[in-house]
Each structure stands twice: as structure tokens, then as C-alpha cells.
């Protein structure tokens, strides 16, 4: 896979992976805040699974 | 040697693009080391809120802040500084804030851009520090998902929007009410701070903390030793979190208002802020706890104006908070029944009001680069600001959390130990340890 917004480093500013595309950037926001959100109503189940058996 | 005009002229822009290039790495150098010292506030919160703990909530307190920590980062990258960066006039939104969007090309290596990744990293740590100061006191009965979505709240929105109104060199309450607050006394410490009040309100005492005719039970922490560490440890991140609230241009130092000031400013009253709150917490309570407390105290004291004071002042000015927030502490727990485990509501929320207040009245006068010079009206002002932005949302998200039952551990889970009940390790697994120091539930405190 081609992420590479630059084909040379002369006069190159930002440079990082899927810099040149604004669209897959805020997909990849997207799925890192659905990660956090998954994770935390994960963390919520445990703790309820975890206080039953108190 | 006899040079030719344009060989000069090669040679002189040669030198003014390296002193540009060094002064930018100079600015990089300097926030990310005041990044890294940052760091130890968090390794001081984790150390000093395991130990406040009872030895059977030791590892939920730590795992708490750990959780906090690791989801704030991204979360401050996605609206965080975002906010920061668009809400200096108010609630509309600034031109150039796209910049902070986590889809801009600032947002990411960037060869034109050394100033975005590094200024991320800074706030992000501050934004953890807001955190931190609320989970000491929600220990040993809230729910970690609960706490883990006030903590984003708070240090991804919060404290941000604060910091965007008045730790900012357009922010409102500077351009409209002259507010100077160097070291982010209103914006970390009083938002934190009443924040907190706000969830404390609705999260309840621990089981055991208070007798039926009204009486106070003290719930010791079964590790003061770490608890006194962890707090130096803060103290120690302070002077990265201080000197994160300076800005580098190369040709000078000056505060995030953009008036000059210099680093011996701030190393002059960070010291004896610290001395002053110390002596003066160690004065009211001979407690080696509220001690170390009041080394914070000390410096949320004086830091409106670090840059300032008289340091001999500072000193007085964090004595008096000193000797103050430890009352007001015992006030919130006498009379209004309010369990703030690590008494974080006294240090950083009233400490915070101490320090806009103190500032007001010492410090008046003072010119602004953009609006006002500073006044007491003013910094009274904006110190009640801080307090109505840190309570009402601490207090209607913590409510709405109590309403769907993610707020607090059940009573059963909240007297075996939330150790055991959540957490797969042991803090102490194989040591000879007195009762008190394990998970035994037949260790309670005296009115469970």
C-alpha cells in the first residue's frame, strides 16, 4: 500500500502516512474513537460481570 | 580576507537562517523536556493516590489513573486542542482553528510545523493533570468507566474551554477582563477542582466514612510513605508543568499573554510558593500528608502571578493558602459532609480561587499586552468563571452517570475490595503482611 503523500523530500511539509487525503485521515479518527468508546463500554461490562459475583 | 557585498550577503542570510533554525529547536527542546518532566506529576498522582488507599483498592486507584492517562491522550488529539485553539472569544469559532483538526496536515509530521506536535504534547499532559487532581478524590467506591468518561470529559473539553477564555493571548477574559494567570491556576486547578465538588456531590462518602449522628471516621491510606513521594514527585512536575506555561521566541521569554517575563521570574516564586504553602499546612495540622499538600497549595497560590511577585510575597501569599485550604477541607467534611478522599477540592479547587483572588489584590495594575490591566474586579471575575464551568458539567454528568448506574461500585464490591472484585493482579501477593495490609473484608473501617 502507496501512503505516501510525497515523492520526493524536496520542498516536502507534511509528509506523514494519508497526509494528501483528508478523507481517509478522518476515517482513521473515526475508528480510533470507536476503539476508545468499544474499550470503555468493555470496561463498563467487566466491572458489572465483576460486581455480580460480590 | 576582503569578501565581495554578495558574499556577505550570502554569509549574513546564511547565519540569520541558522539562528532561525536554532531558536526553533531550541523551542522544541525546551516543551519536549517540560513534556517529560510533566510525566512525574502522573507518576506522583499514581503513588500518592495507591498509597491514600486502603491496601484492598490499592491497584483499582492506580489502574484509575493509569486508564485516565492513556485514553486522555488520544482524546485530547481529536477535539482537545481543537477547542483550544477555536473558542478564545467565547462559543464561536476562531479562523485558523481547523489547524488543531485531527484530519489537518498540522496534525502530523510536518516539515513547515514545529510548534503543533510539541504544544499537543504539553496540553495533553496538562489536560491528564486535570484528571488526576479529580481522581484522588473519588477513590475507593467509583466505578472506573464512570471515571474514565469524566476524565475525558473534563481533560479533553473542560479545563480546554477554560484554558481558551483565559490561558490563552485572545482568550475573552483577558481581552474583556484583563485576567492574568500565568501559571493556570483558574483553568487547571479551579475547574479541576469543582469539578470534582460537582461528582463528589453526587458519588456519596465511602461506606464507613460517616457515623449516623454526624461524626467523621478518618479512612486511613495504608501507605503514607508512597503517598508522601507521590506528592513530592508532583512538586517536581510542576517546574515542567510552569515552565510548559512560558512561551520560547528565541529573542526572549514571555507568559502565554505574550508579556515579557524571564524563567528566574518563575524559578524565584515557584520555590517559595512551595516553601510557603508547606510551612504554612505543616503550621495548621503537624500532618506530614496535608504537609506535602500544602507544597501544591503552595504554588497554585502564587502561580497567577509567578511572574510578579516579590518572591519574599509568593512566599507569604502560599503561607496563607497554606494554612487556609486545610480548613476549608475539614469544613467540606465537617459540615458539608463531603468525602474528597486526598482533600483535592481545598487544594486545587479553593487553592485555585485563592490564587485569581490573591493575584487580584496584590498584583493590580499591572499592564496587559491586550485588554485591561489587571484588577481585582477582574480576577475575581473570572475566578467565579472557572468555578460555574468546573461544577455544572462535573455535576450534571456525574448525575447522569448515577442515573444509568455507571457511577458507583456496588456495596458488596465497595466492602470486599474493588481489588478484588475488578482488578486481575495482587498489590501484595505473597508478602506476611498484617491484616489491614490485604484484601481481608474482615479488616473494616468502623461503621461498616
Redesign the interface.
Same mark, same amino acid.
Given at each position: 500500500m502507496n501512503t505516501a503523500p510525497i515523492t520526493t523530500w524536496e520542498g516536502?511539509?507534511?509528509?506523514?502516512t494519508f497526509?494528501d487525503k483528508?478523507v481517509i485521515?478522518?476515517l482513521v479518527?473515526l475508528v480510533?474513537?470507536a476503539v476508545?468508546v468499544y474499550t470503555?463500554a468493555s470496561?463498563?461490562i467487566?466491572?458489572n460481570k465483576?460486581?455480580k459475583?460480590? | 580576507m576582503e569578501q565581495s557585498v554578495p558574499e556577505l550577503m550570502a554569509r549574513l542570510d546564511s547565519l540569520e537562517s541558522s539562528l532561525a533554525m536554532a531558536t526553533t529547536i531550541n523551542s522544541e527542546v525546551f516543551y519536549w523536556w517540560c513534556t517529560a518532566l510533566m510525566l512525574a506529576i502522573h507518576a506522583g498522582f499514581l503513588a500518592y493516590e495507591m498509597g491514600a488507599s486502603r491496601a484492598k483498592n490499592a491497584l483499582a486507584s492506580g489502574m484509575k489513573n493509569l486508564?485516565a492517562f492513556a485514553?486522555l491522550i488520544?482524546?485530547f488529539y481529536?477535539v482537545g486542542w481543537w477547542i483550544y485553539l477555536a473558542f478564545p472569544a467565547g462559543l464561536s469559532i476562531a479562523d485558523g482553528s481547523e489547524a488543531g483538526l +485531527?484530519?489537518s =496536515?498540522?496534525m502530523? +509530521?510536518?516539515? =513547515?510545523?514545529n510548534a503543533s506536535g510539541i504544544f499537543y504534547a504539553a496540553f495533553t499532559l496538562f489536560a491528564a493533570t486535570t484528571a488526576s487532581i479529580m481522581s484522588g478524590s473519588v477513590i475507593e467506591r467509583i466505578?472506573?468507566?464512570g471515571f474514565?468518561?469524566l476524565a475525558l470529559v473534563l481533560g479533553a473539553v473542560v479545563w480546554i474551554l477554560g484554558a481558551s477564555w483565559g490561558w490563552h493571548p485572545d482568550g475573552w477574559l483577558t481581552t474583556e477582563w484583563g485576567l492574568h494567570d500565568v501559571g493556570a491556576a483558574g483553568c487547571v486547578h479551579t475547574v479541576a477542582g469543582f469539578f470534582t465538588l460537582g461528582v463528589l456531590i453526587n458519588l456519596g462518602p465511602r461506606i464507613g466514612r460517616f457515623n449516623s449522628d454526624g461524626t467523621v471516621n478518618n479512612i486511613d491510606g495504608h501507605n503514607m510513605p508512597m503517598s508522601l513521594i507521590g506528592l513530592m514527585l508532583i512538586v517536581m512536575g510542576f517546574f515542567g508543568f510552569l515552565g510548559g506555561c512560558i512561551i520560547y521566541t528565541g529573542d526572549m521569554w514571555t507568559t502565554i499573554y505574550n508579556t515579557p517575563t524571564t524563567l528566574s521570574a518563575f524559578a524565584f516564586n515557584t520555590l517559595m510558593g512551595v516553601a510557603g504553602g508547606m510551612i504554612g499546612a505543616y503550621l495548621v495540622t503537624r500532618d506530614p500528608f496535608w504537609m506535602m499538600s500544602g507544597a501544591l497549595i503552595g504554588v497554585i497560590s502564587s502561580a497567577p502571578a509567578l511572574d510578579l511577585y516579590y518572591p519574599g510575597f509568593a512566599f507569604l501569599v502560599s503561607f496563607a493558602g497554606g494554612c487556609i485550604m486545610p480548613k476549608l477541607n475539614d469544613i467540606l467534611v465537617g459540615k458539608f459532609k463531603i468525602d474528597d478522599a486526598v482533600g483535592a477540592v481545598a487544594v486545587h479547587g479553593f487553592g485555585g480561587v485563592w490564587g485569581l483572588i490573591a493575584s487580584g489584590i496584590f498584583a493590580s495594575g499591572y499592564p496587559n499586552i491586550a485588554g485591561p490591566e489587571i484588577s481585582f474586579v477582574g480576577q475575581l471575575s473570572s475566578a467565579v468563571v472557572f468555578m460555574i464551568l468546573g461544577f455544572a458539567p462535573g455535576y450534571a454528568l456525574s448525575y447522569a452517570l448515577k442515573v444509568v448506574g455507571?457511577l458507583r461500585?456496588?456495596e458488596?464490591?465497595e466492602i470486599?475490595g474493588l481489588d478484588?472484585?475488578?482488578v486481575p493482579a495482587s498489590a501484595y501477593p505473597e508478602s506476611s503482611v498484617p491484616a489491614a495490609f490485604t484484601n481481608d473484608p474482615t479488616s473494616p473501617t468502623p461503621a461498616e
Amino acid at each position: 500500500m502507496n501512503t505516501a503523500p510525497i515523492t520526493t523530500w524536496e520542498g516536502a511539509e507534511a509528509y506523514f502516512t494519508f497526509a494528501d487525503k483528508p478523507v481517509i485521515l478522518g476515517l482513521v479518527t473515526l475508528v480510533g474513537i470507536a476503539v476508545c468508546v468499544y474499550t470503555i463500554a468493555s470496561m463498563a461490562i467487566h466491572e458489572n460481570k465483576a460486581y455480580k459475583n460480590m | 580576507m576582503e569578501q565581495s557585498v554578495p558574499e556577505l550577503m550570502a554569509r549574513l542570510d546564511s547565519l540569520e537562517s541558522s539562528l532561525a533554525m536554532a531558536t526553533t529547536i531550541n523551542s522544541e527542546v525546551f516543551y519536549w523536556w517540560c513534556t517529560a518532566l510533566m510525566l512525574a506529576i502522573h507518576a506522583g498522582f499514581l503513588a500518592y493516590e495507591m498509597g491514600a488507599s486502603r491496601a484492598k483498592n490499592a491497584l483499582a486507584s492506580g489502574m484509575k489513573n493509569l486508564i485516565a492517562f492513556a485514553f486522555l491522550i488520544p482524546a485530547f488529539y481529536y477535539v482537545g486542542w481543537w477547542i483550544y485553539l477555536a473558542f478564545p472569544a467565547g462559543l464561536s469559532i476562531a479562523d485558523g482553528s481547523e489547524a488543531g483538526l +485531527p484530519w489537518s =496536515t498540522n496534525m502530523g +509530521p510536518n516539515l =513547515t510545523d514545529n510548534a503543533s506536535g510539541i504544544f499537543y504534547a504539553a496540553f495533553t499532559l496538562f489536560a491528564a493533570t486535570t484528571a488526576s487532581i479529580m481522581s484522588g478524590s473519588v477513590i475507593e467506591r467509583i466505578r472506573i468507566s464512570g471515571f474514565t468518561i469524566l476524565a475525558l470529559v473534563l481533560g479533553a473539553v473542560v479545563w480546554i474551554l477554560g484554558a481558551s477564555w483565559g490561558w490563552h493571548p485572545d482568550g475573552w477574559l483577558t481581552t474583556e477582563w484583563g485576567l492574568h494567570d500565568v501559571g493556570a491556576a483558574g483553568c487547571v486547578h479551579t475547574v479541576a477542582g469543582f469539578f470534582t465538588l460537582g461528582v463528589l456531590i453526587n458519588l456519596g462518602p465511602r461506606i464507613g466514612r460517616f457515623n449516623s449522628d454526624g461524626t467523621v471516621n478518618n479512612i486511613d491510606g495504608h501507605n503514607m510513605p508512597m503517598s508522601l513521594i507521590g506528592l513530592m514527585l508532583i512538586v517536581m512536575g510542576f517546574f515542567g508543568f510552569l515552565g510548559g506555561c512560558i512561551i520560547y521566541t528565541g529573542d526572549m521569554w514571555t507568559t502565554i499573554y505574550n508579556t515579557p517575563t524571564t524563567l528566574s521570574a518563575f524559578a524565584f516564586n515557584t520555590l517559595m510558593g512551595v516553601a510557603g504553602g508547606m510551612i504554612g499546612a505543616y503550621l495548621v495540622t503537624r500532618d506530614p500528608f496535608w504537609m506535602m499538600s500544602g507544597a501544591l497549595i503552595g504554588v497554585i497560590s502564587s502561580a497567577p502571578a509567578l511572574d510578579l511577585y516579590y518572591p519574599g510575597f509568593a512566599f507569604l501569599v502560599s503561607f496563607a493558602g497554606g494554612c487556609i485550604m486545610p480548613k476549608l477541607n475539614d469544613i467540606l467534611v465537617g459540615k458539608f459532609k463531603i468525602d474528597d478522599a486526598v482533600g483535592a477540592v481545598a487544594v486545587h479547587g479553593f487553592g485555585g480561587v485563592w490564587g485569581l483572588i490573591a493575584s487580584g489584590i496584590f498584583a493590580s495594575g499591572y499592564p496587559n499586552i491586550a485588554g485591561p490591566e489587571i484588577s481585582f474586579v477582574g480576577q475575581l471575575s473570572s475566578a467565579v468563571v472557572f468555578m460555574i464551568l468546573g461544577f455544572a458539567p462535573g455535576y450534571a454528568l456525574s448525575y447522569a452517570l448515577k442515573v444509568v448506574g455507571l457511577l458507583r461500585v456496588t456495596e458488596g464490591a465497595e466492602i470486599a475490595g474493588l481489588d478484588k472484585a475488578e482488578v486481575p493482579a495482587s498489590a501484595y501477593p505473597e508478602s506476611s503482611v498484617p491484616a489491614a495490609f490485604t484484601n481481608d473484608p474482615t479488616s473494616p473501617t468502623p461503621a461498616e
